[in-house]
């Protein structure tokens, strides 16, 4: 009898506990979906155990399947990166660069660093996942991630991308002519709010301020609620209500006058936005190459603003 192959079923495995549905697992996997069941069903006569609960509508993995889940997830990793470092021995850095970007990054830093990216290492592919919940990257095998600086995990190597920006309230010219525009923070009670509620905790943001440093935040009301936050500033221009954001997303809006601020007083600063990674990443010459794009082309970027403030 032929000896099965310790490996054999393990990626399809992986694919599956990743995506939780073996038709996209077998995308990942560029295979049929009937190839991945069938590579599931035998490693699991092999063990001896069913790895995953299956129903029309989900499939979950079951405790031996979290269990051996949990025990091979390193070593795939470790392989992964094995595999990843022999093939960047090339003199040019190669392969797919895969991150995990929220969608306040996407103006500011991607559609700005990637043009100078792509032309400098066309080798390199890049794919990006707009994605405003948490995202553990490791564990979903992104190459870096860029988030705000405060929601960085504190294991994570981060290179500062953007200055720190501030939080800002603001509406159309339109909406404050008919509805007038608030004065103190517990004003927006009164006013017309477009609402967004988190993708993956499902709750409302309660908007923030502060006042002689204490941080307060006040529940926003309002009759349009979503789940995306260009989609606030969207709306906000058209006049349908104020919209809480950054002064960093609505930058092109607030210079244009489509919207205007208030309760600038009261609102708070953050730290900027963060390329991070994890610190055994750095030795992949594709994400050193992006970060050394990324740094040179936001800070070229800053110094034309700051020249053109003198001027």
Not at 87 to 114: C, D, F, K, T
Not at 139 to 166: N, P, Q, Y
Not at 260 to 278: A, D, I, M, N
Request: glycine share 8%.
């Amino acid at each position: 009898m032929a000896r099965t192959d310790v490996f054999t079923g393990l990626a399809e495995f992986l694919a599956v506990a990743r995506r939780a549905n073996f038709r996209a697992a077998g995308a990942e996997l560029g295979v049929t979906p009937s190839a991945v069941s069938q590579a599931i069903r035998a490693l699991e006569i092999r063990i001896g155990l069913p790895l995953f609960q299956r129903t029309t509508r989900k499939v979950a993995l079951t405790e031996a399947g979290a269990r051996l889940l949990a025990q091979i997830s390193p070593a795939a990793a470790s392989i992964g990166e094995a595999l990843e470092v022999a093939h960047s021995q090339r003199e040019r850095p190669a392969g797919l660069l895969r991150l995990s970007v929220p969608r306040i990054a996407l103006e500011p830093v991607l559609l700005r660093v990637l043009p100078a990216f792509r032309s400098a290492y066309p080798d390199v592919g890049v794919e990006v996942d707009l994605n405003d919940e948490s995202v553990d990257i490791v564990a979903e095998r992104f190459d870096a991630g860029i988030r705000i600086g405060e929601f960085v995990e504190r294991d994570m190597v981060a290179v500062k991308l953007t200055a720190d920006f501030r939080w800002a309230v603001v509406g159309a010219p339109s909406y404050f002519a008919a509805r007038g525009r608030p004065r103190t923070p517990q004003d927006i009670t009164r006013h017309e709010c477009i609402r967004y509620r988190f993708p993956s905790a499902g709750t409302v943001y309660r908007w923030e301020f502060s006042k002689g440093g204490r941080v307060f935040t006040v529940e926003p009301p309002g009759g349009l609620v979503v789940n995306d936050h260009l989609a606030t500033i969207g709306f906000a221009t058209r006049g349908l209500g104020l919209a809480y954001t950054s002064d960093l997303m609505a930058a092109e809006e607030l210079a244009s006058g489509e919207l205007e601020e208030v309760l600038r007083p009261f609102l708070p600063t953050k730290p900027g936005l963060f390329l991070y990674y994890p610190n055994r990443s750095s030795a992949q010459p594709k994400l050193r190459a992006f970060i050394d794009v990324a740094t040179a082309t936001l800070r070229q970027k800053h110094e034309n603003r700051r020249a053109r403030s003198k001027s």
